[in-house]
């Protein structure tokens, strides 16, 4: 019955020890106040029930019942309804800038790079509740995924849609990769802007230079975060394609430009990570996270109503009730 609602003096319910007290005072007093009478046969006494005389123990009960009731309004119960409203400051908008050439492929992450990519940004972005996020790739080319939204489904199943493809231009322009996220975030009005570039080689593609990229970000207040993916030494990588259309596999020497990855990251006061396991990977984005957080504020609304009443008036209408009969029905037996 008690556990919708909270008190506000429960100290009050000490005062319950009182009751089984004076039960037992009662029943002591009881067995003691009755008279006996010794006769050696009741043969000429005329015998009769009286219902009043058994009912007398009940005004006792209603007595403790009411001062129980009492006790409770004492405590103050109360029912608390608790409502919080969340405003959210301008937040930060991210563009995830995404390799997806050939060598993304490459086994040295499970089951390879771009599928463990795959399923860390998802967590990535299914945590960032409060931000924009869009979606570039590029390979020796780059185009917009997904525009910077608030919707996460879109760009959570652009994400999972991502696969290397010949249609692309080969090779690796990371110039470009970064020129289109600065692009998708230069008009931004967001407290922040953030470009996540991930990459497994070396700027060999496209028509734009990577250190000019990270000058235009540094000019739209852009940060960018560089992650270098692969292990070190040699990583089984597709190597051919065969008439079927499946990738040969082998060894292949992992070069990443870091360098470069650091000096972009160095530009834009951002930070160049290295993953070169899965774990790595994830530790990465799970960092980033930290680095990057949206100033939410929470607003909290607690009401109270107050439920004392009902016991305080179930209390006065039982003594009431109690005095009445002590005066009507049960006046011979006090």
Not at 25 to 51: C, E, H, M, P
Not at 140 to 163: H, M, R, W, Y
Not at 231 to 251: C, E, K, M
Not at 301 to 319: D, I, M, N, S, V
């Amino acid at each position: 019955m008690f556990s919708k609602y909270t008190f506000e003096s429960p100290a009050f319910f000490w005062l319950l020890l009182c009751i089984p007290a004076a039960i037992a005072w009662y029943v002591w007093r009881k067995n003691n106040q009755q008279a006996s009478l010794k006769v050696g046969t009741i043969a000429g006494f005329k015998t009769s029930s009286d219902i009043l005389s058994k009912l007398k123990p009940l005004l006792f009960a209603m007595q403790m019942l009411a001062l129980a009731s009492l006790i409770v309004a004492l405590a103050r119960p109360q029912n608390v309804d608790v409502s919080t409203q969340t405003k959210t400051t301008k937040g930060i908008d991210i563009a995830m800038a995404i390799d997806i050439s050939g060598s993304m492929l490459a086994k040295d992450l499970k089951p390879n790079r771009l599928e463990a990519l795959k399923k860390v940004a998802a967590d990535f972005i299914k945590g960032r509740k409060s931000d924009r996020i869009g979606l570039v790739v590029y390979a020796g080319e780059s185009f917009t995924k997904t525009p910077v939204t608030s919707d996460k489904t879109i760009v959570l199943s652009a994400l999972n849609s991502l696969k290397f493809t010949q249609q692309l231009e080969g090779g690796t322009a990371i110039g470009m990769g970064l020129a289109t996220a600065v692009n998708r975030l230069k008009e931004s009005k967001a407290k922040s802007k953030v470009i996540i570039l991930l990459t497994d080689g070396t700027n060999n593609a496209g028509f734009i230079d990577p250190s000019i990229a990270a000058e235009l970000a540094l000019e739209y207040g852009i940060k960018v975060y560089t992650i270098g993916v692969g292990t070190n030494g040699t990583a089984l990588s597709p190597v051919a394609i065969r008439s079927d259309g499946s990738f040969q596999y082998g060894n292949v020497q992992v070069e990443i430009d870091e360098k470069l990855l650091k000096q972009i990251a160095k530009t834009t006061s951002g930070r160049y990570f290295r993953a070169t396991n899965n774990k790595s990977l994830k530790q990465i984005y799970a960092e980033i996270d930290k680095l990057e957080k949206t100033d939410v504020e929470e607003i909290k609304f607690t009401k109270y109503e107050e439920k004392y009443r009902f016991f305080a008036l179930f209390a006065f209408g039982l003594t009431a009730l109690v005095f009445l009969l002590k005066q009507t029905l049960f006046k011979s037996f006090i």
